[in-house]
Each structure stands twice: as C-alpha cells, then as structure tokens.
C-alpha cells in the first residue's frame, strides 16, 4: 500500500513520516499506457481517503488536494492536526502545524515523496474493474521491491483504493470515500494566514496521531 502514514511510528496521517515512507514520484504522466496506468490526476480533484496501516484498530480520514498532471498537492492528517503541502514543479515541500501554528519550507534535494501517486520503477498488472466511492476505476497489481499491491486507478489517474505493501515495504490499505472535481483555489497550497514560518528546524516524528513537533533552531518569522 502507499499510504500518508508514520507507518514505522504506528499511526495515520503523520506529517514529517509521509515525506519517507512512500515511493519517489517521477514526472508526471496523465494518459495511461498499456502496461500501466495514468501516473497522476490529469484534473484537479480533491479526494478524501480512509486510511488504516497494518496493525491499526480503525482507519482514520485523510483530505488530498491534485493539481491536474499532479504538479501541486496537499495531503491534510487526520483531525486537522497539520498538512504536508508538494510543489513537485520546484521540489518545495511545506509542513503546516495547526495547533502551534507555524509553517516551515525546505527543498527536496533528492525528489519528493508522496502517498498517492504511481511511479514508473513499479510493475504493473491489469485486473478488471470497478466501483469506488461512486467512481469508475481500474484494478492494476503493482509489484515493487518490497512487495505486491493492488490499486484500483481512475481512467484520468486517480488512486481509489490501494492495498498490500507500499514502495517502503509498509503494509496497509487506503480507501476514497468522496471524490470533488473542480477548480482547487491557489491559496489551498499556501500556508494559512497568520502562521509564522518557522527558520532553520526540522520536523522531527512523533507517536502521535498527526505527525511531527517543531524542532526549532531559529527564531520564527511572519507568515508571508
């Protein structure tokens, strides 16, 4: 399964974990070849998800946000605890932490990781078809490194339902329960309005539903 999870921590919706616990996306395609299907949404879609790792007692709702040709994405934990915002086009990565409200910035030196989109180096099967959250999909077996998957992908690339073991080797399943196409609005990639940007910091993991604490090294700035 790819999933948004601090898998190695236990929980859904991990912040900082998402980031390395999923495959590396490559560029973008929309259009499905024969041997595999669409690599991200060619439209912009807002999906909610129904997320449980292995182990894990209920699954928890995930929000995600899809530019078209998947350019720019938000993935919100679950309970509002926080966002991970990707500009795959610059390699920016954004961790938004609404209890203390502050952002932080940081690149992706060696390519952005994500929970919802398919990569090339993978192994693709196709299944049959069918029905997800209302939703017409596709049902592919995906073989990676560490293990075997099934995915059920829209026509115009969107995941609806993954199970099996991610990229990572971390074991789960995710599930769309709603599915919105249309316009998504710029400011949904940005940090809210007054939350102050945090300087020279990590996010560092925690046990936590939700994801990670602020490890500050710097002093906070005003949001932009």
């Known amino acids: 399964m790819i999933h948004p999870t601090g898998a190695r921590a236990g929980v859904a919706g991990a912040l900082a974990v998402s980031l390395m616990t999923a495959i590396a996306v490559q560029p973008a395609r929309a259009q499905a070849d024969a041997d595999h299907p669409p690599l991200a949404p060619a439209r912009d879609v807002q999906v909610q998800y129904a997320v449980q790792p292995d182990g894990a007692p209920a699954p928890k709702t ?4 899809f530019t078209a040709n998947g350019g720019m994405m938000r993935i919100d934990s679950p309970e509002a ?3 991970t915002i990707l500009n795959r086009t610059t390699r920016q990565v954004t961790i938004v932490l609404n209890k203390q409200k502050v952002y932080t910035q940081f690149e992706a030196h060696n390519g952005i990781r994500n929970p919802f989109l398919l990569d090339l180096s993978m192994q693709f099967t196709r299944r049959g078809t069918a029905q997800v959250a209302g939703v017409s999909c596709t049902e592919w077996g995906v073989v990676s490194g560490r293990g075997t998957a099934t995915a059920c992908v829209t026509d115009d690339g969107v995941i609806l339902r993954e199970d099996g073991v991610d ?6 399943r995710l599930e769309a ?33 939700g994801g990670g604490q602020p490890v500050t090294g710097g002093a906070a700035q005003s949001g932009q």
């Open 62 to 65: 995930i929000e995600a946000w």
């Open 81 to 83: 605890m926080g966002s």
């Open 167 to 172: 990229g990572d080797g971390m074991k789960g």
């Open 177 to 209: 329960t709603r599915v919105t196409y249309g316009p998504i609005p710029t400011s949904t990639f940005q940090p809210p309005e007054g939350y102050q940007m945090v300087t020279r910091h990590r996010v560092a993991p925690s046990h936590a539903v």
